[in-house]
């Protein structure tokens, strides 16, 4: 009869366990924070009385490795939205939550026309940043509601990754026999992008109702090249412009950016602080 080792059972399936912990417990995390999401956007939707979309693009852990991915607009991104805005009734609002560094145009562009096709009020909210194809995403919105200190970005055409604002200025600076082929074609392409860009902001101010000389003044202001593709643009210089902004982002904005987490690793954050809110020193005089 074989010698039965009882601890060495035990260990192998002390071992298996771990086994399945290591496999199961990202996939569990994961399930758990996409519910947790879901309760805050059914939350807000509660209480602002619309569809809530949420397009967030921030560097998250996946797979077995927690490897960070950087994300972007795409098309599947515009798919899913449209899906959204389809399934919403004429009469019920939007708002869509968006937070990225911009992305493929065409997308972008796919949304802002869904958007602005819209019958009931549509608002884009920008808890930290909308830039490039974000914000033609938020220009197609009845109101934009941005943090004090979030920031959207022009939205001038890059020509492989090149402003085409600038690659149009070597046809100001050479004569064009001092000037490659490639860069000539180049430039003719720039000189379609802007304009298309132009007439495009036009056209989707001006669904929205706006008069078309100020929205023209709003496209050549950034669609054109004035400021690099980067350039912040805030909530005070955008109300400026005569665009419709406030700074009032409700609660459950912030609470539901909390749940998207950032990579981790070894090394300790670059920014720390106690995640609780204080109170000011005459709130603490008033409780003692």
């Not at 959207?152 to 082929?181: C, F, H, T, W, Y």
């Amino acid at each position: 009869m074989p010698y039965y080792d009882p601890f060495s059972y035990i260990f192998s399936l002390l071992w298996f366990l771990i086994f399945i912990f290591i496999i199961f417990s990202p996939w569990y995390k994961r399930m758990a924070l996409i519910r947790a999401r879901e309760e805050v956007i059914k939350k807000l939707e509660a209480k602002r009385k619309s569809r809530v979309i949420t397009m967030i693009h921030r560097q998250e852990q996946i797979g077995f490795f927690g490897i960070p991915i950087f994300r972007f607009i795409t098309i599947e991104d515009s798919e899913r939205v449209l899906r959204a805005i389809r399934m919403t009734p004429d009469d019920m609002p939007i708002d869509l939550i968006i937070h990225t560094p911009g992305g493929l145009a065409l997308a972008a562009t796919q949304i802002a026309n869904a958007l602005v096709k819209h019958k009931a009020p549509v608002r884009v909210i920008v808890p930290h940043y909308a830039m490039s194809g974000g914000t033609l995403i938020a220009l197609a919105a009845d109101e934009i509601i941005m943090d004090e200190n979030a920031v959207l970005g022009p939205v001038d055409p890059q020509i492989g990754n090149m402003p085409a604002a600038s690659i149009l200025k070597v046809l100001e600076k050479k004569e064009p026999k001092d000037i490659d082929d490639q860069t000539l074609i180049l430039a003719d392409v720039s000189e379609k992008a802007i304009k298309q860009m132009v007439d495009y902001l036009v056209e989707l101010l001006t669904k929205n109702g706006m008069e078309e000389e100020k929205a023209k003044r709003i496209a050549e202001e950034l669609a054109t090249g004035k400021f690099t593709h980067d350039y912040p643009l805030t909530a005070e210089y955008l109300k400026s412009l005569g665009l419709s902004v406030n700074t009032e982002v409700p609660e459950e904005v912030y609470e539901l950016m909390e749940l998207y987490e950032q990579p981790m690793s070894s090394q300790p954050p670059s920014v720390q602080y106690i995640p609780v809110p204080y109170k000011s020193p005459q709130q603490q005089q008033n409780a003692k």
